[in-house]
């Protein structure tokens, strides 16, 4: 059979075609999405146990030779003085750190470095000054090496290591803390106008917010013994002082916007201006959270204060704590906390967690001590003291809150349980664009209240400033029985704010903030203050009120047939320790 010149051109055109377009497809290449890297540190450079815990002036640091740091000075009046440029192991800005981990590479065969720290200023001449130091790294005991300033303090070498825990607390709902006193007397004290500044040096103890000691283990902890023991405390919020053997407390150095670095020479505390003091001690107040680990140090650190009538400010070494974290805990995904108080009656009640007793013995218008469980839902109740079930009430308790249980009566005098969660985080929420930025304000020295209306005879509450002054935001106003306010319920009270009192007012929804309840006593701040003799054993004065996170709740009855022990009151429960 013949095949005409014509097919057998196409047939071989149509495979040459083929040939290329399978060609062309094998030979493609997929393309792959570009990915930016934007860490600021791409290289692999695990950590050693060593860590630099820089409480003096140094900003650069040299390792073996080798510049780690920028070494930039910049004139500090002129725009984008705080814009220094990175490096490699400090690529935020090319300084050192207040805690710097080592990182292994800079360890030589037999686990050492030389390292040179060095102080590097715009002013110069007088500041600047360098220090050399051998540091080691061991697998099986981290280390922490303590920068002091020695330049400004007698007592303390340049630098002090120590051993810090490598191991969680025992117990999985606690954490672990410990003092270490690298206190020493200031070189040429500073003499304002107020006096001359306060000498706080000698052996220091650890205490709660109220001045109660901690722990014996954490007691009278001298320069020379320079670290206590670790303990173990339950999770929670604290407030935590240190305080020297005649009980004066030492201020801790604040940080930020919205923290203190300002003290009265002759007493430590935040002043007002170059007359006045708050009487406070500035003492952060802090979340101390589940597997944690803290070290609080004491060493000089320098603040500023008022030099003359027109509150210039000029700086002085003072000693003061810092609260450091030793081994961070992780996410809290199954403790919370839990409290009762008994706002029913005058009896003595106690309250059930899924048939365990939590608390007993509580009289009228107090509180229990907090009991932690896990996360899951729970069968509560209210029981007096012969073990009768007063109330009940069926709630899933979610982790990493703080609670409390309130018994109260209702307008049958049946009683009732609410269960309110505790908001302790210090922070105040503010008008905020749409995706929440800066949605927030972050505080760790406030006075937060809440208020709660628990007084069945009384239908409308406004709590309020003297003469019916408003008082803060709208969580205080018209509260009716039983029932919180959930839209921005804390009012928080200015630390610079004079002694107060707060009133309570018979209210209406249509008439705020209505007419004074002159049965219900006044709250006086001053009634805040849980130890007054904290201040007045070392002959201060009280101040406004105390620093933490309060409930102020009504209770009791109005009118006639109540007795004095159930008249109606304001009782103050704070919800850090």
């Known amino acids: 059979m013949k095949i005409s010149m014509f097919k057998r051109v196409s047939c071989r055109f149509f495979a040459v075609t083929a040939l290329c377009f399978l060609s062309f497809v094998s030979c493609k290449k997929e393309k792959l999405d570009v990915i930016n890297d934007n ?156 006096g001359p500044q306060e000498n706080l040096v000698g052996p220091i103890s650890l205490a709660y917010a109220d001045g109660t000691l901690v722990n014996q283990k954490t007691s009278a902890i001298a320069a020379s013994q320079i670290s206590s023991d670790y303990i173990e405390l339950p999770y929670g919020t604290y407030q935590f002082k240190i305080l020297l053997a005649d009980g004066r407390p030492l201020p801790s150095l604040g940080s930020g916007r919205f923290e203190y670095g300002l003290i009265d020479l002759p007493t430590s505390t935040i002043p007002k201006d170059y007359a006045k003091s708050t009487n406070f001690t500035y ?39 810092q609260i450091i974290t030793d081994i961070a805990a992780p996410t809290n995904q199954s403790y919370l906390r839990i409290q009762g108080v008994n706002a029913y009656k005058d009896q003595s009640i106690g309250f059930r967690v899924d048939g365990k007793v939590i608390a007993s013995g509580i009289g009228f ?21 012969t073990g009768n079930v007063l109330a009940t009430i069926k709630q899933e308790l979610r982790s990493n809150q703080n609670y409390t249980l309130w018994l109260y009566p209702d307008r049958n005098g049946k009683a009732q349980l609410l269960l309110i969660s505790n908001d302790l985080s210090g922070t105040l929420p503010l008008p905020a664009e749409d995706d929440g930025t800066y949605s927030r304000l972050a505080f760790k020295f406030f006075f937060f209240n809440r208020f709660l209306n628990l007084s069945a005879s009384n239908p409308y509450i406004t709590f309020t400033l003297p003469n019916g002054q408003p008082f803060g935001n709208s969580g205080n106003v018209n509260l009716q029985p039983g029932i919180p306010s959930i839209n921005m319920p804390y009012t928080n009270v200015n630390i610079m704010a004079n002694p107060y009192a707060i009133m309570a007012y018979r209210s209406k929804p249509d008439v705020i903030p209505g007419v004074w309840a002159d049965d219900i006593d006044v709250l006086q701040s001053t009634e805040f203050i849980a130890n007054k003799s904290l201040y007045t054993t070392i002959g201060r004065p009280l101040p406004a009120f105390e620093p933490g996170i309060y409930t102020v709740a009504l209770i009791g009855k109005s009118g006639s047939g109540s007795s004095d022990k159930e008249k109606a009151r304001m009782i103050i429960i704070k919800h850090n320790k």
């Open 283 to 321: 003492a952060p107040i802090q979340d101390f959270q589940p597997g944690g680990v803290y070290t609080i140090v004491v060493t000089p650190q320098r603040f500023n204060y008022f030099s003359n009538e027109l509150n210039e400010t000029v700086s002085a070494y003072q000693n003061s704590f």
């Open 365 to 385: 218008g107090k509180g229990s001590n907090y009991s932690v469980f896990t996360q899951k839902q729970y069968d509560i109740e209210a029981i007096d003291a």
């Open 39 to 194: 860490r600021p540190v791409t290289e692999n450079r695990p950590n050693s146990n060593t860590r630099i815990v820089n409480l003096s002036d140094f900003n650069q640091v040299i390792a073996n030779g080798d510049s780690l740091t920028s070494f930039v000075v910049l004139h500090p009046l002129n725009p984008g003085n705080h814009k220094y440029p990175g490096t490699s192991y400090f690529p935020t800005d090319g300084r050192l750190t207040k805690i710097w981990t080592v990182p292994r590479d800079l360890f030589d065969q037999k686990e050492e470095a030389d390292l040179t720290f060095a102080a590097r200023f715009y002013q110069g001449f007088g500041l600047n000054h360098d220090f050399k130091v051998k540091v080691d790294n061991s697998y099986e005991q981290p280390k922490d090496y303590f920068l002091l300033p020695s330049l400004f303090m007698n007592g303390q070498p340049e630098v002090v290591a120590l051993t810090r825990a490598m191991t969680s607390p025992t117990k999985p709902d606690h954490f672990k803390i410990r003092i270490v006193n690298l206190g020493g007397t200031i070189k040429n004290p500073a003499i304002g106008m107020n």
